[in-house]
């Protein structure tokens, strides 16, 4: 009798499909300027967008790493920034900040030189009925563009008292391989104004030129839109009402390292770089960032502090 032949293996079930993605959503943030915008507007809004408190605590699509914003399209008076959103309550979410984040939407409409006619759009796509125009007639967003009320003629008050000394709170950042210069100091004074808000005490003129209270403004010496990007050192300015809100906005930088940590590494700071923080009334230390700040280097470039210079002899006995 022949043998039998063996059994056949099973056939393996084929392997279950992968999970699809979940649907994403995207918000495009629009700005229209008739008197002309390039590409550098364009990448200057996707900045503005990513380093401002719209995507605080929102999850983002990233293809390829990156941050949220990036420039997608680019016309005469047109430009426009997009990012991916996971879904729609993060979208919600995101629009929900753009809508109260009012200094940071009025610091863009500076930064950007917006006239009254011009408007900042921003449309998401998983929830149209939520979207947002900023124009000249926004409050809050140009209110140089909103004429005030006139009103009824009233007696001359008594003249106040002389208000207190103000004092100027200055950051100064030094980069030896040098290329700072007029954007780097804009953009620096637009940094620190949107991650360190709420500021205690501010007052006098507003970054960029505008006005409100707990604004820094570029004040480099000499420094002018349109020079070439050749210094080694830019500084920026906040206008405090006393010494005590300026003591209070030190201890508020002293900790924020990571603020300070995050501008090392957005201006490419190299071992031995600094930032300062110098107050005009406070009686105290210079406030510094730099080779005795743990953290604030970036961890790759592998910062290690020189040696403290040795001792001084000791002095030889008198006769």
């Known amino acids: 009798r022949p043998p039998r032949p063996p ?3 099973p056939v393996p079930s084929p392997p279950a499909p992968p999970p699809r993605p979940p649907p994403s959503c995207a918000v495009v943030v629009s700005l229209f300027r008739m008197d002309g ?3 550098t ?5 996707a900045t503005q967008m990513n380093i401002a408190l719209f995507t605080d605590g929102m999850d983002f699509i990233l293809p390829g790493g990156g941050p949220p914003f990036r420039c997608t ?12 959103v996971f879904d729609a309550g993060n979208e919600a979410r995101f629009m929900s900040n753009f809508r109260s984040q009012t200094l940071a939407t009025a610091l ?3 930064v950007q030189q917006l006239a009254c006619e011009d408007v900042l759009l921003a449309t998401p796509s998983c929830n149209p009925d939520l979207q947002a125009t900023l124009t000249g007639t926004t409050p809050e967003f140009m209110p140089r563009c909103i004429p005030s009320p006139s009103p ?6 008594p003249s106040p008292p002389p208000a207190p000394p103000s004092c100027d709170l200055t950051l100064r950042l030094a980069r030896a391989a040098g290329g700072l210069g007029f954007e780097s100091c804009d953009r620096l004074a637009f940094i620190l104004t949107s991650l360190l808000q709420p500021l205690p005490g501010g007052g006098g003129e507003g970054s960029n030129g505008g006005s409100g209270g707990g604004s820094f403004r570029c004040t480099t ?9 050749e210094l080694s050192e830019v500084q920026v300015t906040l206008t405090l009402s006393d010494a005590s ?9 002293a900790g924020s390292l990571d603020v300070m940590a995050s501008l090392a590494r957005t201006y490419s700071l190299a071992c031995g770089d600094t930032i300062e923080a110098l107050p005009g009334c406070a009686a105290r230390q210079p406030l510094a960032f730099g080779w005795f700040t743990p953290g604030f280097y970036p961890a790759e470039l592998g910062c290690v502090a020189p040696p403290a210079p040795p001792p001084p002899p000791p002095r030889p006995p008198s006769p």
């Open 152 to 157: 009824p003629p009233a007696p001359l008050p």
């Open 108 to 110: 863009i409409a500076s």
């Open 73 to 84: 399209g680019t016309q005469p008076t047109r430009v426009q920034v997009t990012a991916l």
């Open 41 to 45: 507007n364009c990448n200057a809004l």
């Open 37 to 39: 915008l390039t590409e």
């Open 7 to 9: 059994p056949s293996p």
């Open 245 to 253: 809100a300026e003591a209070s906005a030190l201890l508020s930088l």
């Open 221 to 229: 010496p000499g420094l002018s839109r349109g020079d070439a990007p």
